[in-house]
């Protein structure tokens, strides 16, 4: 089974997320990529990946999941997706910023513009054209019922059937990926697991 992971915002694939993926499913392969602040450079790059990779499944949180909903004809799984990052969120905002987690490329920083605010707004409005009925079957909503950060569900159940609530904040911890996101993923792909 191949597995692509879209970290959140200020992240990496170094995230303890990824860390605790690949323990819980050790057959897996498990790709997680750093993503471009710029969803200019984002999202080409990461829809390039998924062609290249031919993943099993794609799992994004938050910013990722906004990400990984793009996947148009992959399976995948949106956890507290964050669809309105440049209208809504507390840390799309100008300014420099430490990322959370090391990045292959040793980046410690990176700047938030106000054009980059607005690439995120620009694709933010385009982000649901075109969804066909297969994708609609293909794409799975993880929402935390105690996010304090995102609140897409309602967004979400517009575009898509699977939307799924559980008891939870926004950012995954080791239960959460134990008893609801791996339950989902086996479910999702059977044997391949």
């Known amino acids: 089974m191949k597995l692509i992971y879209f970290h959140g915002f200020g992240s990496s694939g170094a995230s303890g997320t990824v860390e605790t993926l690949r323990t819980l499913l ?13 969803p200019v450079e984002a ?42 990052m440049s209208t809504s969120s507390q840390v799309l905002k100008t300014g420099t910023y430490k990322f959370h987690n090391g990045r292959k ?35 799975y909503g993880l ?12 967004l979400f159940k517009k575009h898509y059937p699977h939307a799924i609530r559980f008891e939870g904040e926004h950012r995954l911890n080791d239960k959460v990926i134990r008893k609801t996101l791996i339950p ?4 999702l792909l059977g044997d391949t697991v």
């Open 26 to 38: 050790p057959e897996a392969t498990i790709i997680a990529p750093d993503i471009p602040v710029d």
């Open 43 to 84: 999202l080409p790059y990461l829809k390039q990946l998924c062609e290249t990779e031919q993943p099993d499944i794609i799992v994004g949180t938050s910013m990722g999941g906004m990400y990984a909903q793009q996947m148009r004809g992959f399976l995948r799984i949106c956890v507290n997706p964050a669809f309105n």
């Open 105 to 139: 490329d040793n980046q410690k920083e990176f700047r938030i513009t106000k054009d980059i605010i607005q690439h995120h707004n620009q694709m933010e409005r385009q982000q649901f054209k075109g969804i066909t009925p297969e994708d609609q079957e293909k794409c």
């Open 143 to 154: 929402f935390g019922i105690n996010d304090p950060v995102v609140h897409t569900y309602d």
């Open 184 to 187: 989902l993923i086996k479910e």
